[in-house]
Structures are given as C-alpha cells and as structure tokens.
C-alpha cells in the first residue's frame, strides 16, 4: 500500500521500521490472487447488474429473460464475493502496510504515478467494500445517491486493480508459486507461518461467507447469523422491500381499481374479470440488488395475453406504472423480451395467497431473470410504446 | 508478455478514466464523494492498521502466536461484516429488514472462533510437545 502523502515543504517524519515477518511479496501474492478474483467477480456481476437495472440505450429492449435465476445468482455473487474479499483485503493491506513509508518516497516520475495509482486502488476498493456492505443494511451515512457512486467507483477500482497487475507482473510471477524463483530467496523458517496465515485468511473468508450467504443461497438460512435479510422472514413467506405504507398506497387509492392495458385497442379490467382469466402458476424468485433473494410461487395471468388482447405489437416495449406515491421505481419500462416470455405474470397470488398489500395487492409483475426494484407492486397501467 | 502487461496497463487506465468521466457525469457533490472516498484510505492507513500491528507485537510473544491470530483474524473479520447489522441507527423500513438478534448472533459466532482457537492452540502445543520428546 503506497500513498502521496510526501510534501517537501513539511519535514518527515521518521519512518517506522518494520521487523514482523509476512510483508513480503510471496504473502502479498497468495492473499493478492484471492482478492483479486473476489474483486474481479464483484466488478462483473455488478456490471450485470447495472445493466438489467439501467440498461444502456442498445439493450433498452433486447435484455435477456434467461436463464430465470440469472440475477437471483449474478447479485447473490455479487454481495457474497464483496463480503469474501474484506477480510482478504484487510490481510493483504496489512503485508503490504511497510510499503507506505518507503525512503526516498518518490524516486522518478513513473514511481509517483504508480504510488498515486496504488493510493487510488486502496482508496476506491475500501470504500467500494464499506459503501457496499452498508448499502446492504440500508444504511446510507453519506450526504450522496448510492448507486451513481459506488458504480463510478467500480470502474476506479478494477481499472487500478489490472493497472497494478500489469505494473506489479514481474513480482507476482517470481513469487506465484512455493517453488517459484522469489520464493526460494524467502527466509526459509517463515514458511510455516506464511501458510498459518494463509489457512487463517481462508477461515475468516469461509466464516463470513457461512454467516452471511442463507439471505441468497437459502440451503445455508440456517447459518444466516450476521446476514441483514433471512429467507423465514418476511409476510407471506417473503421479504419486503417497499411497503405499501411506504409507498403510500392507501385503501382510498385502491377503491374501484381497475387495470389499464394500452395498446392499438386499449381496454381496462376490475380485479374480478383478472381472476376469470386463464391463470398460470409460476416458480420464480424475488432477487433484490442488495443481495438477498428467494424462490416463490406466483399464480396470475401472463403479460403477454394482457398485450396481444390489447394488439400490442410483438416487439413493443411495455411502461408499467404503479399506484404507489413515493420511490424512483413507480414507472417500470420492460423490454419486449421480459414482457412476451411466458414465465412473466401479472401476479394476483403468492405461495397460494391473494397477495397481501405488502406485496403489491392487487396485481403486481413477476419476471425472470429480474432486479427486485423492477418487479412492479400495486400496478395500475401497462401500456405497448 | 510484454504485450500482455501492456495490454492490461491500457485496459486499467482505460477503466479508471470510465470511472472519473462517470463520476464527473452525475449529479452528485466531488467535494463529498472525495471526502467520502479518501476517508477510508486515511482511517485504515492512520488508525486501524497501526493499531493492528501493535497486536501484532503482543501476538507474534505468545507461545500459540499462529492459532491466536488466526482465531483474531477470524473474529476481526466477522466484527467488521457485523458492523451496520449490530450499530445501523434509526427506525427499519419494514420488519423483514435486520430481522434477528444480531448482537447475540455475533457473540455466538465469535464464542465459536475462541472455543476454535483454543483447540487449534492446545493441538499445536501437544504437537510440539511431542516433536520434542520424539527428538529427544
């Protein structure tokens, strides 16, 4: 870990001397390789995740409806392979912590460039680590939108991270391997401790990954001790977001509800004549980018025989608009390919329940393959674009 | 591999230059996102850190040094995912969010790193026991 904090015109400070053992680059390696993975998954998974929820004007109507636990297991990832990497990155700071008070602190211009680029990996991964840990409680101490940043700062981190590989590569070849050249030079006597360390480092990535996956990875619930979701938690079998108080639906607001289909031939529907519909049953999950995610059974009637009644035109994209007052999610735009698949429902039950308020009642949409956030609650209109 | 290391420079400072266009694209205040980014750096690098190695002093004397810190890094670790599930302020939106007892799950898991830790001890100091006397 190497920063700028030299300023010639301050006098500095006497450098620490370090005489522990384990800041060498072997032990930087093995931790550096493991995290790295780590980030390198969390980068792409959250790159998926940007895209399903954001999608850039080219995929704006050709997102992928499949595979159906697609996001489910890209966010459940994407969560669970940023909490592996903080006790990786913790140990991998402490080898390299010497580094920071290296004499000269500056040597050439390349040499300030790579202590500048390594200040901004350090920087740019703890704080994707904590903004993303504490987004997944809810709890947001900073003054700014979360998702703008902590995806910005995404692109600061991995492009630092393969801008260090490719400076640090000489290094980590030489000391890839026990057997590699740098290696052998290595005091010999360190490596039982090295590997006590290594064997620790995994422990502690095992023992957070344990406690924390069951709110995804629901086989594991039963492990779900430090997890900000459990999947026995939550109405109706399932965890809630936005509930409709939250949301402010209120039973005024859902009086006489009727559904509005637009289309070449729009029509509107009571909650009655729904139900007189042909129903479908459908297993698909609820998979919330804050990671947590389970599986339900949804009965309701399929999105695309609402449309082709209205004459929606195949490839069309379809605005889904909520009742609900309050929240960023309250008009939903869904590409043609979510909308004609015959997994996604305008759902009426849940788990065999009308659904309760909480849950979207009247009708809310189910899809494959889809952000928490777009499963619109409380849907009031849809209409061919 | 010199086109590689090339390569994977270029890429990086291609995608560090995403990130800086992205951020300076939003809405958001620099001022606070640098505060809030450096911030961490400064409190690692300054604070905790330092303080680690000074445990690391007082662990690297005692005779089960390897298991202790393990069991330390272990315990570190779950502490620091624990943090916004045991301290998050003010009312939850909803009961399924932080639904169980977080500060009793916590010292249940780490009662289980110390319990670990002192087998993990106890078996490297028999088994050092038992080099000894074999060599003798």
Known sequence: ????????????????SFTGRLHDARTATAVGRLLGTALTVCFVTGLVSHVLQHPPAVFANALPSRPAWGYRVTQGLHVASGIAAIPLLLVKLWTVYPRLFVRPPVRSVPHALERLSVAVLVASALFELFSGLFNTAQWYPWPFSFVPVHFAVGWLLFGSLLLHVAVKYPQITAYWRRRSAGTAALPAEDAVDRRALLVATGAAVGAVTLTTAGQSFTPLAGLDLLAPRHPGHGEQGLPVNRTAARAGITAQALRGWRLYVGGP??????????????????????????????????????????????????????RVTSLQQHGAYRVMIMPHTYARDPLTLLALRLNGEVLSPDHGFPARIIAPNRPGVLQTKWVARMEAL | ?????????????????????????????????????????????????????????????????????????VAASLTAVACPVLFRPGPLPNPSVLPLSYARNWLLALGLVAATTLVAALAGARARRRDRTGRK
């Open chain 1, 1 to 16: 870990m190497e920063g700028m904090r030299y300023s010639p015109r301050f006098p500095v400070l006497k450098s620490p």
């Open chain 1, 265 to 318: 031939q729009p029509y509107e529907l009571t909650l009655d004549e729904l139900r007189a519909m042909p129903q479908r049953e459908v297993t698909l999950p609820i998979a919330c980018v804050e990671g947590w995610s389970k599986s339900a059974r949804w009965t309701g009637v399929c999105v695309r025989d609402l449309l082709d009644r209205a004459g929606a035109p195949e490839g069309a994209l379809v």
């Open chain 2, 1 to 73: 591999m010199r086109v590689a290391r090339v390569v994977l420079g270029v890429c990086g400072v291609a995608f560090i230059a995403v990130g800086v266009w992205v951020l300076g694209r939003g809405a958001e205040d620099p001022g606070q996102v640098a505060r809030w980014v450096v911030g961490p750096l400064i409190v690692h690098d300054a604070v905790m850190a330092p303080l680690t190695l000074l445990v690391g002093l007082v662990v690297a004397r005692l005779p089960a040094r390897r298991a202790v810190r393990g069991g330390l890094l």
